[in-house]
């Protein structure tokens, strides 16, 4: 390559350099040589450029003082100073420029290397603002910030990070980013974990932690790394003060949990509450149906008491009166036949008469129909003694059922007892009812003779009650395993099926006030029950009725023990 192809070389690279490159005298400021990139940049020729001073360019008041200096050979390299650059259509621009001095062949030269600064100034300017909005938004944020970088070093911080930590004035003027860290780890609870989160810079994940600060307060640290590019440069930390929450929390669960327990603790009284008055209920339901019973039993017990002392009067009444006319007729009757034997006598001697008076004796004998009243007096006296007796038999029944051997558990027979009964309501039956004893002999039972006599009256009265006109009564009596069955049975007007299930009530009746209180039921199921026995019912309306009392042949020894219904 020839001298004169590497100087045409030599000036190419000159032309392609970013920088304007001005070569000038010192001695009278003139520009000697410009490169193309000078020419497309202050719009100039390179003609038009020889022919002009430097200060024709560089023509700021400082500038101009500078290049007098030069002039007067006072002159030295200067590095990267900024500047303005006159061009050809009176704009100026911002330039970057370098003073390079030089020798060349004894005389000074001044090269001038400047670059068009406007782009850089453009993004500078734009890059401060961002910077400008970022600190704002950071000092605005209620977050506090921290901003570790790669080295462990404090790249950055807000006030509201420095206020919430009250970090010393002292560290915060010296920049002592160790003395910072440190005095943030020792004033955590969880000395370790703050410690090791701030260290951890090239940690690549997002991390929550609760840091309780030893003063009492919490804070929520969320950190993340900060990356450029692919690159981890550092970690960001938001602090955010929520002791208050925390406090409004934990005031908030307390307050909740207190509630609950106070919910549980009034539930339970209330169940207990609930228990005491469900069992209070029980007790007075059960303390009202006694009452009930022995309201009941009081009743029908005086009823039947009235009914046993009238009858009992009655039987004693009655018992002097066929007392002394029972004697008198034994008397009479002795006394007939004493009487009769004379009589005989008489009769026998009659023919020693003489005939007027044999004949007068006769005609009386005639009138008087003496063989007749012969005759006829023993049956006469026969028959009144039946019926003596029979007025006796009555009386003894009246005195049975009116208990006189009071309410004691005996060994009795019930057709005992009903025959006594019967005679004792014959005549509230007799109209009504054709009654038909089918009696099995059953054999003695233990049992309170007298109330079941008021069972057995209660059932013989409500048939005959049923009954309008005539009808049909039948009792009967069976046995079978160790149980004496009585069966009262009515040809009468039957129950209706909605009252079936109510006619041991007490007071359920369908009679007319006055007529039936509503108890003879309720009692004779009582009665039977503390016997240990029961009491079933058929009916149909129109055809009749059927009691069944089905009784065991012993009590239980504790219903014997215990004579409940008196
Ligand atoms: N054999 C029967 N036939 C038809 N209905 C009957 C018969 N026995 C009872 N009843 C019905 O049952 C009701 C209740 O009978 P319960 O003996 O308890 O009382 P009452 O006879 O009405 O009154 P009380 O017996 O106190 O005089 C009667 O009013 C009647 O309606
Ligand atoms: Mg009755």
Not at 107 to 122: S, T
Not at 357 to 364: F, P, S, V, W
Not at 439 to 448: A, L, M, S, T
Not at 453 to 474: C, P
Request: hydrophobic share 40%.
């Amino acid at each position: 390559m020839s001298t004169e192809q590497r100087i045409q070389l030599r000036q190419l690279m000159l032309d392609h350099s970013p920088h304007m490159m001005l070569l000038v005298d010192p001695s009278d400021l003139r520009i000697i040589v410009a490169n193309k990139v000078a020419e497309q940049v202050l719009g100039y020729t390179a003609a038009q450029l020889t022919e002009m001073l430097v200060t024709d360019i560089e023509s700021s008041l400082q500038d101009v003082f500078y290049w007098e200096d030069v002039r007067g050979g006072h002159f030295q390299d200067i590095d990267a100073q900024e500047g303005e650059y006159q061009r050809a259509d009176g704009t100026q621009i911002m330039v970057m420029k370098s003073l390079r001095v030089l020798r060349h062949e004894d005389r000074w030269l001044i090269l001038i290397l400047a670059r068009d600064a406007r782009q850089e100034r453009k993004v500078e300017d734009v890059l401060e603002q961002t910077l400008s909005q970022l600190r704002t938004t950071l000092e605005a944020t209620g977050n506090g910030i921290l901003v570790i970088d790669w080295h462990n070093k404090i790249a950055s911080m807000n006030r509201q990070f420095s206020e919430m930590w009250h970090i010393p004035d002292a560290f915060l003027r010296n920049g002592n980013d160790a003395a910072i860290l440190e005095f943030l780890t020792e004033n955590v609870v969880e000395l370790e974990v703050c410690r090791e989160r701030l260290q951890q810079v090239s940690d690549p994940h997002e991390a929550l932690d609760l840091l309780h600060l030893r003063d009492g307060r919490v804070f929520e640290c969320r950190s993340r790394p900060q990356f450029l590019g692919e690159r981890i440069i550092g970690r960001v930390f938001g602090f955010l003060d929520i002791t208050e929450r925390e406090h409004t929390e934990h005031a908030l669960r307390e307050s909740r949990d207190q509630l609950e327990n106070r919910v549980h603790e009034r539930t339970l009284a209330l169940q207990m509450a609930n228990i005491t008055l469900e069992s209070e209920k029980a007790r007075q339901s059960e303390l009202i149906r006694r009452l009930g019973e022995a309201q009941n039993q009081l009743l029908q017990s005086e009823k039947m008491a009235s009914i046993g002392v009238l009858a009992a009067g009655v039987a004693h009444e009655i018992n002097n009166p066929v007392g002394f006319v029972n004697s008198n007729l034994s008397s009479l009757q002795r006394y007939m036949q004493s009487l009769m034997r004379l009589l005989d006598a008489y009769e026998a001697r009659e023919m020693h008469l003489p005939d007027q008076d044999r004949g007068e004796l006769n005609a009386l004998r005639k009138e008087i129909d003496a063989d007749y009243l012969r005759e006829d007096l023993g049956s006469l006296l026969t028959e009144s003694m039946d019926g003596l007796d029979r007025i006796k038999r009555i009386v003894q029944d009246m005195k049975d059922f009116s208990h006189v051997g009071g309410g004691d558990v005996l060994v009795a027979n019930v057709e005992t007892g009903l025959d006594s009964t019967l005679n004792v309501v014959w005549n509230e039956l007799k109209y009504k009812a054709e009654v038909i004893k089918e009696y099995g002999g059953v054999p003695d039972i233990e049992c309170i003779p007298s109330q079941l006599n008021q069972v057995f009256m209660n059932l013989l009265v409500n048939a005959a009650h049923a009954i309008e006109s005539r009808g049909r009564i039948t009792v009967r009596t069976s046995y079978e395993n160790e149980m004496v069955t009585v069966l009262v049975s009515d040809t009468g007007s039957g129950i209706a099926a909605e009252n079936l299930g109510r006619i041991f009530e007490p007071f359920f009746t369908t009679k007319p006030v006055g007529k039936g209180t509503g108890l003879g039921l309720s009692l004779s199921y009582s009665i039977v029950q503390k016997h240990g026995g029961r009491i079933e019912v058929d009916s149909e309306i129109g055809k009749g009725t059927t009691f069944r009392v089905i009784l065991p042949r012993q009590m239980s020894p504790a219903i014997a023990e215990n004579d409940v219904v008196n």
